[in-house]
């Protein structure tokens, strides 16, 4: 059942409609590991950190509620349906159970640098087909970069008295 019409022509739409629903199950995914790891991070930065990862999900389900929009815009039906999330859901998970703040910190680092990974093919595949939602994913990448340059800043090695 067809409900919305695309204003892009059908080539352009699939490889845009493509590219907004891997965006949505990443930004999904990761709000989840961070929901996760918010839960169970431990250690002396725990504080910080148990924040830090609040940002991140409420960024990644933000973005993530903008990029379905933008497919629905388009007459792509977005789908973050639990199980098509896990089923094609391919970023670095938590391990079960308590995790130290530095473990939670490289897991953050990873996933986040996986992501824009990820956005930046599709920022170059969506450049001819639609421009509009390459703008939405440069600027969803430039707040993920952020994201985890805070990430990795937190365990970058602490110099010494002597240094």
Same mark, same amino acid.
């Not at 995790?99 to 473990?103: G, N, V, Y």
């Given at each position: 059942m067809t409900v919305m019409r695309s204003t892009l022509p059908e080539e352009a739409l699939g490889v845009t409609g493509t590219a907004l629903q891997e965006t949505l199950v990443d930004l999904l995914g990761l709000s989840l590991i961070g929901?996760?790891?918010?839960?169970n991070v431990v250690g002396p930065r725990f504080r910080s950190i148990h924040l830090?990862?609040?940002?991140v999900v409420a960024t990644a389900r933000a973005h993530s509620d903008?990029?379905?929009e933008r497919a629905a815009a388009l007459g792509v039906s977005? @789908?973050?349906r639990p199980e098509t999330v896990a089923a094609t859901f391919a970023l670095p998970g938590t391990k079960d159970g308590w995790?130290?703040?530095?473990?939670v910190v490289e897991l953050m680092a990873s996933a986040l640098e996986a992501v824009v990974g990820r956005l930046r093919e599709r920022i170059a595949a969506t450049a001819e087909p639609d421009p509009v939602t390459q @703008?939405?994913?440069i600027s969803v990448t430039a707040d993920l970069?952020?994201?985890r340059w805070m990430f990795q800043a937190e365990n970058h090695p602490r110099e010494t008295a002597s240094s």
């Open positions: 929901k996760q790891a918010h839960w830090q990862l609040d940002e903008t990029v379905a977005p @789908d973050g995790l130290r703040d530095t473990e @703008d939405l994913l970069e952020k994201q």
